[in-house]
């Protein structure tokens, strides 16, 4: 386990927990920085039956390259701040993909 890694990404035997802020009904859907310590992603889509959820794993799913089943949100299903499991994919490589993100 590595020491160094950020309050929102945590590892588990089961994968990497990365937590996030929400803001549903944007322009585009994207990772816009930092909001209490943890990354704020725009959703392009409101908060109704979901929507917003599949949204955020969609857009998760193609920062990180990671096919659908190893995506799972784990927590905030109806909440602002979500929890989600990444599967098959480093620590490291969560931190890297988040940086170039949010200062490009």
Known sequence: MTHSLPS???????G????V???????RST?????GGV?????????????ANDELILL???LFALPWRDIELI???????????LRGISAQKVVQVLDSVISS
């Open 31 to 35: 990772v816009v920085g930092f909001h």
């Open 16 to 19: 990497i927990l990365l937590e």
């Open 21 to 27: 802020l929400v803001a549903p009904r944007a322009k």
């Open 75 to 85: 927590r905030g299903d109806t909440s602002r701040r979500k929890v989600v499991l």
């Open 39 to 51: 990354p704020k992603v725009s959703l392009a889509a409101p908060p109704v039956e979901g929507r």
């Open 60 to 62: 998760i799913k193609d």
């Open 8 to 14: 929102f990404i945590k590892e588990t035997k089961d």
